[in-house]
């Protein structure tokens, strides 16, 4: 997922807590409002494996932390490629990457870490909106190589704003391109057809769409479809924002989270780091493994089955259960 939501920290790349240092050997436009960049290790070094539906923390220079969908070639493995769309509400990420970021520049780099895994099947829906295409591109390729039948709608204001289509081309008939301004709103009913068991389908965009699909798979089975979401959707937690003690494992520290804050808040407010980027609840950069405790999940990323596992949480957003405490692996 393309997260655009404004990140939290500042400061130096070198003070944040970033895994690597990766440097920008590449920038390049993919259409209007979009650019590509391509990413290798500074040393020439090998990079982290990832799989289809991965995303990566980038640290800009300026100390902003976003993240950004893995979107080239997982078998390449000395260099990594996501796309940044130029948000005009940005408060610094991608105004950040169009004007200021140059080939040559180092990044911080966190991940890859895989919160919208493909799950093997023969046949697939993709179902893309606007830059929701990244994630969407190494899913495709993978289900290509293993010769899965699949089939992609893509969507977007029109084609000047819609990356990759070259990239596409050459599936052919496989990919149905649907620019807002030549066939307005996406079909979505008639591209989904009729439920199948063997289907799985997948998609990333904009709220509207990914609201309007879950009411055209509302008659599919409940584990069909996955989406990832740029913002967060309306909280499902309990609602009570009651004050509640975290134990962080690694040292046997508890500290208190009070009513009017966040977990990742009352952590780092106790010296300890934790990588976060929209702290909304969507991007999963600050997943934290539950030793003990029931997690009151507020995010937009688990499924049912993970939140009844109980076993990470995302403390942007997510808090313990009233009346319980969380033992965190930190």
Do not use: K
């Not at 009513?259 to 976060?276: K, P, Y």
């Amino acid at each position: 997922m393309s997260s655009v939501a404004p990140a939290q920290q500042s400061g130096p790349v070198a003070e944040q807590a970033s895994a690597s240092t990766a440097r920008v050997a590449e920038i390049r436009r993919q259409a209007d409002g979009v650019v590509g960049i391509v990413l290798t290790d500074p040393a020439g070094g090998r990079l982290p494996d990832w799989a289809p539906g991965a995303h990566i923390d980038l640290v800009l220079p300026d100390g902003t932390t976003r993240q950004y969908s893995l979107c080239g070639d997982r078998w390449d493995a000395h260099a990594y490629r996501v796309a940044v769309l130029r948000e005009p509400s940005s408060r610094g990420g991608s105004a950040y990457v169009h004007d200021s970021l140059r080939e040559g520049d180092l990044v911080g780099l966190g991940g890859p870490r895989n919160s919208f895994p493909l799950v093997p099947a023969p046949r697939y829906l993709f179902v893309a909106g606007g830059i929701g295409i990244t994630p969407l591109l190494p899913m495709i390729a993978q289900a290509d190589m293993v010769g899965a039948d699949w089939t992609l709608l893509y969507g977007g204001r029109s084609r000047n704003s819609m990356a990759f289509l070259d990239e596409l081309g050459r599936h052919g008939d496989r990919v149905r391109v649907a620019p807002q301004d030549e066939t307005g709103l996406l079909d979505l009913p008639a591209f989904l057809g009729t439920p199948r068991e063997d289907t799985r389908i997948y998609a990333c965009g904009p709220a509207p769409l990914l609201d309007a699909l879950a009411d055209a798979t509302a008659d599919w089975p409940s584990t069909s479809a996955r989406t990832e979401r740029f913002v967060a959707r309306e909280r499902s937690g309990s609602g009570s924002d009651s004050s509640f003690e975290v134990t962080l494992a690694r040292s046997g520290r508890t500290i208190s989270v009070g009513r009017d804050e966040t977990a990742l808040e009352a952590i780092g407010a106790a010296g300890v780091d934790v990588l976060s980027s929209c702290r909304q609840g969507t991007c999963g950069t600050c997943e934290t493994t539950v030793l003990e405790g029931r997690p009151d999940h507020r995010d937009s990323i688990l499924d049912d089955d993970d939140r009844q596992a109980g076993d990470c949480m995302y403390p942007c957003v997510s808090r313990a259960v009233p009346g319980d405490r969380l033992v965190l692996d930190l």
